[in-house]
C-alpha cells in the first residue's frame, strides 16, 4: 500500500516535529523548518502566541521555498524577494508595493492546521480530521516522567512499522541481543479487542533482561514477564503500556509519520513511573537504541509497495493484530472512496 495513493490519510494528525526544533535552530531562536507530510512540503514555525503555523512550503510569487526564508513578527518571510506570510497564509506583506496599494486576496498560500501536545508540533492536511489525538494521560502527570528517545526517518512504511509492533512473534529471532528470549520462539498470544479509533491489546510476554536493562528496570533476575497492553491508532499511531512485576510502568509512545510512499519520521517517547535516579535517562535510551537497531535492519527491507490484502500473505496465530489492522485499513479506504466516512477529530 503507498500511502500518498489514498487522500484519507491526509484526515488524521500527525506528530511532525518536536517543539524543540522550531524553538531553537541554527543557534537562532524560531527558525522554519521544512517538514514533509505525505509527499506535501510544508513549512513550520512558532508564531508569538506560542502556536505553530503550517503552510505550504512554496511561495505563490515565484514557487521559492518559504522555509529558507524567515519568520519576521510572527510571519514567514520569503527569501526570494521578501513576500510575508501569516499563520493562515495569508500574504501580509509585499515589499515592491506603493503604500497606497493593497495587496491582493489572492496572494495566499495554503494553510493546513495544527496543534500542540506531548511537546510535538501536529499537523493534519485536511480541515475534517477523522479522529482525534490520543489522549496519553501519563504524558501529563507529574508523577511519571516522559523520556524523549528517537526522532529519526526509517526508509520504512509506516504500515510495516506498526504492523510490528504488534508482532510478538518476532522477538524471540529479532531481539536477540536485548529482550528477546531465544530459548522460547512459541509467542504469547494477544487478546484483541476492535475499538473505534483502531483496536487494544494485550499480552504477558516472557523477555530476557540483559544487564542495561536490570539496571533500567531495577531487577535482578534474568527474565522477566512483560504485561503489555497496546493500543493502535489508526493510521499509524502506538501506545504500549507494559507493567512489569515489580510495579514499574513503561509507556511507549510511537507514531510513524509518512514522509512519502517509502519514509517514515519516527517520533517516539517513553512515559515511566520511576524516576531519573532509578534509571538515567541515557540508559534507557541506549537500551532503546538497541532494540530499535534489531528491527530497523528488517523492517527497512520491507517494500512499502506490498498489498494489504490478507490474502496476499500468508499467517500464523499470532498475526491476528495484522490481520485486523489490514481489515480496518481496507475498510477505510473502501468507505473513503464510498465517501461514507464521517469527522471524530
Ligand atoms: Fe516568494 Fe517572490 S518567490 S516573494
Ligand atoms: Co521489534
Not at 517538514?35 to 512550503?57: H, K, M, N, S, Y
Not at 515589499?95 to 489572492?106: F, G, K, N, V, Y
Not at 530499535?292 to 528488517?298: G, Q
Not at 489492522?325 to 472512496?337: D, H, T
Amino acid at each position: 500500500m503507498l500511502v500518498t495513493q489514498h487522500p484519507v490519510f491526509r484526515r488524521f494528525w500527525y506528530p511532525v516535529m518536536p517543539l524543540s526544533h522550531l524553538r531553537q535552530t541554527q543557534g537562532q531562536p524560531g527558525n522554519p523548518q521544512p517538514f514533509q507530510l505525505l509527499g506535501q512540503r510544508i513549512v513550520l514555525w512558532l508564531t508569538p502566541e506560542g502556536t505553530v503555523a503550517a503552510v505550504e512550503d512554496r511561495c505563490c510569487h515565484r514557487t521559492a521555498q518559504l522555509s529558507r526564508g524567515c519568520v519576521v513578527a510572527g510571519c514567514i518571510q520569503c527569501p526570494y524577494h521578501g513576500w510575508q506570510f501569516d499563520a493562515t497564509g495569508a500574504c501580509v506583506k509585499v515589499p515592491q508595493l506603493q503604500p497606497h496599494e493593497r495587496i491582493p486576496a489572492s496572494y495566499k498560500v495554503k494553510a493546513f492546521q495544527t496543534q500542540i501536545r506531548y511537546d510535538y508540533a501536529w499537523v493534519c492536511l485536511e480541515p475534517d480530521p477523522l479522529l482525534p489525538i490520543p489522549d496519553f494521560p501519563e504524558a501529563e502527570d507529574p508523577r511519571y516522567r516522559v523520556i524523549h528517545d528517537f526522532y529519526e526517518a526509517w526508509q520504512c512504511s509506516a504500515f510495516s512499522f506498526m504492523e510490528n509492533v504488534f508482532d510478538n512473534a518476532h522477538f524471540s529471532i529479532v531481539h536477540t541481543r536485548t529482550f528477546g528470549d531465544t530459548s522460547n520462539p512459541i509467542p504469547a498470544i494477544s487478546e484483541i479487542r476492535e475499538t473505534d479509533y483502531g483496536f487494544h491489546t494485550y499480552a504477558e510476554i516472557p523477555a530476557v533482561n540483559n544487564d542495561l536493562q536490570k539496571s533500567n528496570l531495577g531487577m535482578k533476575e534474568d527474565r522477566t514477564l512483560r504485561c503489555t497492553s497496546g493500543d493502535w491508532f489508526m493510521p499509524f499511531l502506538h501506545r504500549g503500556k507494559i507493567v512489569y512485576p515489580n510495579g514499574l510502568e513503561a509507556i511507549l509512545f510511537v507514531a510513524m509519520t509518512p514522509i512519502d510512499d517509502y519514509t517514515s519520521q519516527m517520533a517516539h517517547f517513553w512515559i515511566r513511573s520511576d524516576r531519573e535516579e532509578d534509571a538515567p535517562a541515557a540508559n534507557i535510551i541506549a537500551f532503546n537504541r538497541q532494540v530499535m537497531d534489531e528491527d530497523r535492519v528488517i523492517l527497512e527491507t520491507i517494500p512499502a509497495d506490498r498489498p494489504l490484502a490478507v490474502e496476499s500473505e500468508q499467517h500464523m496465530l499470532s498475526d491476528k493484530p495484522s490481520i485486523l489492522m489490514r481489515r480496518k485499513l481496507m475498510a477505510l479506504l473502501r468507505e473513503s472512496e464510498r465517501g461514507s466516512l464521517v469527522s471524530k477529530g
